[in-house]
């Protein structure tokens, strides 16, 4: 049983020692800004914005027009009808981008398909991950100690018959100054070790609490 116990606080001490990189990264990664100038040019009726931490875009259609959001390879990606109806295309390079991303030959193949679309609601609200605002790899930040504008990023979109573009640009953000603090993981993980190192203590002392009034 001892050994057990043992070996339990060996793991929670490992995972209290991970836990810091982990939340330290995750800090990293969120210091990655995503600006979003707007559409243009401008149309009446369409709301979009930047959700879910700066991972997401999310637009709105209330302009009476169907709107359609292209792919990484110019093919229909989704779109939102007049009557509120919001569809994705199955088909589509963003649709089945995964972690790495389509390759320009699938990119090619996927535009060239018919779309085939699933309807997903009838809120006449879209939101989705996409690539073009974060890319899979942003590479270094030169100088992190300040605002950096990383680069532009577009995204063609389609109002009825008339063409339009989704703007915005990816920068990076320091942190705000002011006092560290240890990360949430690493507070937790020293809890859950302190834990199990109490309980150890406690059960050695059962164990000879219990061997004293045996042998008494």
Aim: with cysteine.
């Amino acid at each position: 049983m001892s050994l057990r116990v043992t070996a339990a606080a060996a793991v929670a001490l490992v995972v209290a020692l991970l836990a810091g990189p982990v939340a330290l990264a995750h800090r990293d990664h969120d210091r990655y800004r995503v600006d979003l100038y707007g559409l243009t040019p401008r149309v009446g009726g369409i709301a979009t914005r930047v959700v879910g931490h700066a991972q997401q875009l999310e637009l709105t259609n209330r302009s009476g027009r169907p709107v359609v959001i292209e792919g990484y390879g110019g093919e229909p990606y989704a779109r939102l009808l007049a009557d509120g109806v919001v569809q994705v295309n199955t088909r589509s390079s963003a649709y089945r981008r995964g972690e790495a991303g389509p390759s320009f030959a699938e990119r090619s193949r996927l535009a060239a398909l018919a779309p085939r679309w699933r309807t997903l609601d009838r809120s006449g609200r879209f939101t989705w991950d996409d690539q073009r605002i974060h890319g899979v790899a942003t590479g270094p930040v030169a100088d992190r100690s300040k605002r950096t504008k990383l680069f532009d990023w577009r995204i063609p979109i389609r109002v009825g018959s008339r063409r339009a573009v989704l703007r915005g640009a990816l920068s990076w953000q320091p942190a705000a100054s002011g006092p560290s603090r240890p990360p949430v993981a690493v507070i937790l993980g020293s809890v859950a070790f302190l834990a199990v190192c109490a309980g150890v203590v406690t059960y050695v002392a059962r164990r000879r609490e219990a061997a004293a009034r045996a042998s008494a």
